[in-house]
């Protein structure tokens, strides 16, 4: 087993690659008490995204490869975790977007029901091929992982990264990917989420437009929407996020282990 990854740390994406002495029809993998979806890239060779979520803590985990029935054919490699320090952001936002009204916590309790089921399906067919690309071309300017403070209330950490891209600006999607929602939600606005396969999703909120239906399949580079200002925000900007076999992911640590990541310890 070898693991290369931008660091071990909460919210990095890991490329696990497990060698086989002889050909098998499939591997299982398990870490962070979740089995992963390993796929084939030759005969003897098998490879896996592993997610570590934000609130993973520091210590050592271990990742277990199982290839058949016998002792010799499971092995164990530690992976050790190490803290990771996030900043604090204080955002003022419409009250109503910290502390909604009773009138809409049924339309907050559904929503939050149906995107947390789309986090923990995994589709058994991997849909990307080429390594990801940015939605949109400017650099974040708010860190993933960032503890959120609305109005002088702590609220969830942020577990996307947000671009400063102006209104109107499309967004591409960063790989092929089969629509699951594209609607109006109460937090993230107008949203769009693509399952990638195998438990790999991306998130694109706040947006002006959407511009794709649920149950269309897009190509890499294909216009998914328009940036905008939706739901709970300080102004125009993308929001994407990325999820991982449920885990929240740093959509820049995807983007890095899709393409060559360092091998670490």
Known sequence: MTVAARALQPGEVLMVTVTTPV????????????????YKADATTWKALV???LDIKPGTYPMVVTAGATPEARATR???VVEKKFVTRNLTVDD?????PESVQARIAEEAARVTKIWLTTSPTRLWTTPFDQPVPESPNSAFG?????NGEARSPHSGADFP???????????????VLAENLYFSGN????DHGLGLYSQFAHLSEIGVKAGERVAAGQIVGKVGATGRVTGPHLHWASR???ARVDPLSLLDALRQPKPVR
């Not at 960032?146 to 609305?150: G, H, L, N, T």
């Not at 891209?165 to 092929?176: C, D, F, R, V």
């Not at 949203?191 to 693509?194: A, D, F, G, S």
Request: charged fraction near 20%.
């Open 23 to 38: 050909a098998g029809d499939r591997i299982d993998l398990q870490a962070f008490d979740h089995k992963w979806a390993p």
């Open 51 to 53: 997610g570590i979520d």
């Open 78 to 80: 530690e992976l050790i």
């Open 96 to 100: 109503a977007f910290v502390n909604p």
């Open 146 to 150: 960032s503890r959120s403070v609305f």
């Open 165 to 179: 891209s102006p209104a109107g600006s499309p967004i591409k999607a960063p790989s092929t990917g089969d629509v």
């Open 191 to 194: 949203t769009v989420i693509l």
């Open 244 to 246: 991982l076999g449920g």
